[in-house]
């Protein structure tokens, strides 16, 4: 039986975050302030030296760069959910423009699909691909918020309807177990990053 233990952190604030647009696979880079708060901070030590992961969308790479994180391998398959004609558009206004299509999509769960992308679904699919192909038993990844919600939600388990049954800091690491035999489970959420000291 193949078993992983990993990491996932979402990457920090883009100007598309603080306006509240959806990004998708738009490729936006963080807010110089987030950048240069991330340079106080450090991964936890339990952390430090495993290997790495990012997306090929530069907000991930900048975010382990000013983490300090040394050896990053691009990893496609951790890649944001693909959101179609819809990002760069805000949901709140997606819901005043469909209306009843728009709850619709919403109330279907993992199978919620916007237009011309992906379900979460399709996206724990390909986690899980990455999963069975790589060689690491302990890893890290800078990821995005779509990937860890389909992971969480494939873990606790729950059905992507209604609110999300733990409150999950975005500022925190992840930490899942996998195994090719019992799927995805919870190790534990929000293990915050640490003040960065000259060791680290």
């Known amino acids: 039986m193949k078993t992983v233990r990993f990491a996932l952190l979402r990457h920090g604030v883009t100007d598309w975050n603080a306006q509240k647009r959806i990004q998708g696979h738009s490729d936006i880079s963080l807010r110089p302030e987030t950048v240069a708060a991330y340079h106080d901070k450090a991964l936890p030590a339990l952390w430090q030296n495993v290997p790495w992961h990012c997306t090929p969308l530069k907000r991930t790479r900048e975010t382990a760069d000013a983490l300090g994180i040394k050896t990053v391998d691009i990893a496609p398959l951790l890649i944001e959910m693909n959101w179609g ?23 279907r769960g993992w199978d919620f699909r916007p237009e011309g992308g992906e379900s979460p679904r399709d996206v724990v699919r390909r986690v899980e691909d990455f999963l069975k192909a790589g060689s690491d038993t302990v890893f890290g990844a800078v990821t995005h918020k779509g990937v860890i919600r389909a992971v969480y939600a494939s873990a606790k388990p729950w059905n992507m309807m209604g609110k ?21 489970s919870i190790c534990n959420l929000n293990v915050p990053l640490v003040v960065r000291t000259k060791e680290t």
């Open 85 to 107: 004609s819809w990002e760069g558009r805000k949901l709140v206004d997606l819901r005043t423009e469909l209306g009843d299509a728009m709850r619709d999509n919403e109330d």
């Open 164 to 184: 999300c049954p733990d409150k999950l800091d975005w500022d925190c690491l992840h930490v899942f177990d996998w195994s090719d035999r019992d799927g995805f």
